[in-house]
């Protein structure tokens, strides 16, 4: 059974930094396209950023884009999340997603197959 695990979520001030990691497990194969999404008390899950296996391709929600980066190493099954001045809206469970069939650039949740427990990111302002 595939497993994501994530961490490095926290408190942390308005204009500071975070950076997520999410592991996979479970499966012979890697993941395929990986992504990370957001909830933020009393809203609709939003997509925050996709990338597709190779690395070379990735995509961001307009809200992030200039302040987040997400990268993966494929060597360790593991996608990261790199969030720079962060702000109080950025405030939200962020959880990540992996895709095991397809390899496209992936915006809906529904695309993906397995989801990470999610983790907190709390930004104070």
């Known amino acids: 059974q595939v497993q994501l695990v994530e961490s490095g979520g926290g408190l942390v001030q308005a204009g500071g930094s975070l950076r997520l990691s999410c592991a996979a497990s479970?499966?012979?194969?890697?993941?395929?396209?990986m992504g990370w999404f957001r909830q933020a008390p009393g809203k609709e899950r939003e997509f925050v950023a996709t990338?597709?296996?190779?690395?070379?391709?990735?995509y961001y929600t307009d809200s992030v884009k200039g302040r987040f980066t997400v990268s993966r190493d494929n060597a360790k099954n593991t996608v990261y999340l790199q969030m720079n001045s962060l702000k109080p809206e950025d405030t939200a469970v962020y959880s990540c997603a992996a895709s095991y069939r397809r390899l496209g650039v992936l915006k809906m949740a529904s695309e993906y197959d397995y989801w990470g427990q999610g983790t907190q990111v709390t930004v104070s302002s």
């Open positions: 990338i597709r296996r190779s690395g070379a391709y990735t």
């Open positions: 479970g499966s012979t194969f890697g993941p395929g396209t």
